[in-house]
């Protein structure tokens, strides 16, 4: 309830002044030590696979969670119009082929009469014409063929390299068309962890590859040594991060999609920008904070969180030197 009160020389009631929000300054500090960014478990080699054909699905061969090996049946499309045109295109080449080898014979005859001297040169050039034009037509139906026999073969779904049929998104009877995922095929044996890292730690990251740990908070935050560390060439123009990843070794222990964390030793101090945890807002997977406007409204702002120390948050993106951050947002409105 809105609080009223009298004000001296006023002929009534007036609103009382709203309580101003508690706010933090966002302002550089030092920190040392071990530096810890949010990461997450991906396979090297995943694949999500289509059909480049409309059809039901009429078969699942496999399970969502099974072993696949490479050039297994996963699901199969109806492929009954794609089986009719095969044998259509099989029969058309098969009556190619006794053309042709009528079209042989006949030119060997005429090859004879010719050495007889019984026909023309002419005659003659007229059957080797004939032949070859009866040749051509015979190869265009065996490609024809073979056509045919590629198009009924799209309408298996067949892993494409050892691995775990990690998603199946179809079922029985539904329509499968080109471009719509039905299934997911992973290589665990092959995973690694990839990290946004920002430009301001990206020198000390690279500095020592070999120091670099990689943190399971779910296999109680055990430390993991990377065998291999690769970086992208590309700058995130929006968070001013750079990729990272981290290769796992074969008996980490991890599952793809699995929340990780990257240890980055710092040589020296760094700066850093920070906010009490109370000012973060998690909805879903957005991070956020309030940040008063010019006008002195708060703006809902994206961030990109670091590590969590002595209850305050580190912030990696999102907010600048100067900004005031609310601390108790939940009080706010969605004021965007």
Do not use: Y
């Amino acid at each position: 309830m809105a609080a009223f009160a009298w004000t001296a020389g006023s002929p009534g009631l007036v609103r009382a002044a709203e309580p101003a929000h508690a706010t933090h300054l966002v302002a550089a500090t030092l920190s040392s030590g071990v530096q810890r960014i949010e990461a997450v478990v991906e396979a090297e080699r995943q694949a999500v696979l289509s059909v480049p054909v409309q059809g039901a699905v009429v078969e699942l061969a496999r399970r969502a969670g099974d072993p696949v090996r490479a050039g297994q049946l996963i699901l199969r499309v109806d492929a009954r119009a794609a089986a009719q045109g095969v044998q259509v295109a099989g029969a058309q080449a098969e009556a190619a082929r006794a053309t042709l080898k009528l079209a042989q014979r006949e030119l060997a005859r005429q090859q004879q009469l010719f050495q007889q001297g019984f026909i023309s040169r002419a005659a003659l050039d007229q059957a080797e014409a004939q032949a070859q034009a009866t040749q051509a037509q015979a190869q265009a139906q065996l490609s024809a063929a073979g056509a045919a026999q590629t198009q009924a073969g799209l309408h298996e779904l067949r892993a494409p390299f050892d691995g775990v049929l990690a998603e199946l998104s179809v079922t029985l009877g539904d329509l499968a068309m080109p471009g719509r995922p039905l299934a997911t095929v992973v290589d665990p044996g092959r995973l690694r962890v990839a990290v946004q890292v920002p430009l301001s730690r990206l020198e000390a990251a690279l500095r020592e590859p070999a120091q670099l740990r990689i943190e399971l908070p779910s296999a109680g935050n055990r430390l993991i040594v990377p065998t291999r560390v690769e970086r992208l060439p590309l700058v995130d123009a929006a968070s001013h991060t750079v990729t990272l990843r981290l290769e796992l070794p074969a008996a980490s222990g991890a599952a793809p999609g699995q929340f990780a964390r990257v240890l980055i030793p710092q040589a020296g101090e760094s700066p850093s920008l920070r906010v009490p945890g109370s000012a973060l807002i998690r909805r879903g997977e957005l991070d956020a904070v309030f940040v008063l406007g010019p006008q002195g409204q708060p703006l809902l702002r994206q961030v990109r969180v670091g590590p969590t120390v002595g209850g305050e948050v580190e912030i990696l993106a999102g907010v600048a030197v100067g900004d005031r951050v609310l601390t108790a947002p939940r009080r706010v409105g969605a004021t965007r």
